[in-house]
């Protein structure tokens, strides 16, 4: 049973902050633990997990408002949809954008040497997937069950 009054909120501000925590250092995990580089799609999960951490600690800060938690928990729904748009395009479920990231760094010597010697990261096509289901997918599942999850919480936290 989930709890209801002011035990609800909490669990919807540890939600808003933690969920988009750990996912983003997960993903940042496996970009530079494990090689696997993001793509322009990717990117975007991300900006909205950015985007919900300062709204989550701002609710910490004031535990009373409700509009942070709300905006936090919007903001991790965006990183949900945004996933299973993408998920979509790498299972080619559907048409994405055909643009493709590359991960150069063109801050140290030859330019073109970096440009031309970086690895291109196509967002039609999982790096890594587990169960059959790629990063994008449990972005999606995660994010969205977790937006979900503190929704639910902020309503019964509205009960009590």
């Given amino acids: 049973m989930l709890p209801r009054g002011a035990a609800a909120r909490r669990y919807a501000r540890l939600i808003a902050l933690g969920l988009p925590a750990a996912l983003l250092a ?13 793509c322009e799609m990717c990117w975007w999960q991300r900006y909205a997990h950015f985007a919900a951490l ?4 701002l609710a910490f800060a004031a535990p009373r408002a409700r509009w942070p938690v709300v905006l936090a928990t919007l903001a991790i729904a965006a ?26 760094d063109t801050s140290l010597g030859n330019a073109l040497d970096a440009i031309m010697n970086a690895p291109m990261i196509r967002c039609d096509q999982a790096q890594w997937t587990l169960f059959g289901v790629s990063l994008a997918g449990y972005n999606f599942l995660l994010s969205g069950a977790g937006a979900l999850l503190a929704a639910v919480l902020l309503l019964r936290g509205r009960e009590g």
């Fill in 26 to 38: 997960g993903a940042y995990v496996s970009q530079y633990g494990f090689g696997l580089y993001p």
């Fill in 54 to 57: 300062p709204f989550a600690l």
């Fill in 79 to 104: 990183s949900a949809l945004i996933g299973a748009y993408h998920a979509g395009v790498e299972y080619h479920w559907w048409q994405g954008l055909t643009a493709c990231t590359s991960t150069a």
